[in-house]
């Protein structure tokens, strides 16, 4: 078969996704709203900018603390290619937390009182310091960045089941979802080239199980998301099981000094 006739076939299926895509798109966003396979839980649009923003403000200090290690920490001995991805992603972060606390405002919602703890526990997520050297930070934004996107397409119903009133925090989101979608890219694709590790830019059809954090395989859901060709989601309970661990910070017990008795104590009087 001749160089030509094997382009003409591989352009077959091309030309056919070209029609299928705009196809896919109408329907998406013209069709009756679809079964709610995707949620443990209807969110409206404000709770679901609470919950999103809550996520970003995770992103947003865990690389502003990379950036700290990356110039006085674990992270000095960083290649430069990874540096410059923590200033990059955490500059994104940053702007997504001012992009969505606006978005959140014109909905009536309180942005300032969506807090997370001053210093939230990232060492639940490998069971270490994810700052203390440059492969267990990767590994560990790769699961951050990861959980970000499948966040945000888990949250899509709502917004659309929503109508007009959940418009504005759609189009924050879909905004917001591509960058993570490059972000998450980006950090496995410095995890396979800067330390050979056996994943690739996307969650592959074949990838290890501990390397997908979320449920890829949904046996309600019509779409295969264990394909290459889809990616799944995470709902807001899976993602908060996930992540509670950072949030709930555990803080060290008071210490107070045992108190010496000056005389013998008194016999503790029953009640009875």
């Not at 030509?4 to 896919?24: D, F, Q, T, Y």
């Not at 069971?127 to 996107?149: H, I, S, W």
């Not at 390397?211 to 264990?226: A, G, L, Q």
Request: charged fraction near 20%.
């Amino acid at each position: 078969m001749s160089l030509k006739n094997l382009a003409c076939g591989a352009m077959r299926p091309i030309k056919l996704s070209l029609v299928l895509i705009p196809l896919l798109f109408l329907f998406m966003f013209f069709s009756p709203p679809a079964p709610a396979y995707a949620q443990d839980a209807v969110l409206s649009p404000r709770e679901v900018a609470e919950y999103a923003l809550t996520l970003e403000k995770i992103e947003a200090d865990f690389y502003r603390r990379a950036a700290d290690a990356a110039i006085n920490g674990g992270l000095v001995s960083a290649p430069q290619m990874a540096k410059d991805a923590i200033a990059s992603y955490g500059e994104d972060e940053a702007k997504h937390v001012t992009d969505l606390s606006a978005a959140l405002l014109s909905i009536g919602g309180q942005p300032d009182a969506i807090k997370i703890p001053a210093n939230p526990n990232y060492s639940a997520i490998l069971g270490r310091d994810p700052f203390a050297n440059p492969t267990d930070f990767l590994l560990a934004g790769q699961y951050v960045e990861d959980l970000g996107v499948a966040a945000y397409k888990g949250q899509v119903q709502n917004l659309l089941a929503a109508g007009d009133a959940g418009k504005p925090i759609l189009a924050a989101a879909l905004e917001i979802h591509s960058v993570e979608a490059r972000h998450a890219a980006g950090i496995r694709f410095l995890r396979q080239m800067l330390l050979g590790a056996d994943v690739r830019p996307w969650i592959a059809t074949n990838a290890s199980p501990s390397e997908v954090i979320y449920n890829e395989n949904r046996i309600d859901s019509p779409i295969p998301f264990n394909l290459d060709a889809f990616d799944g989601y995470a709902t807001k309970d899976e993602v908060l099981a996930l992540v509670s661990p950072i949030l709930n910070v555990t803080q060290p017990p008071i210490q107070t000094p045992t108190p010496t008795p000056s005389k013998p104590s008194e016999p503790v009087r029953g009640l009875w």
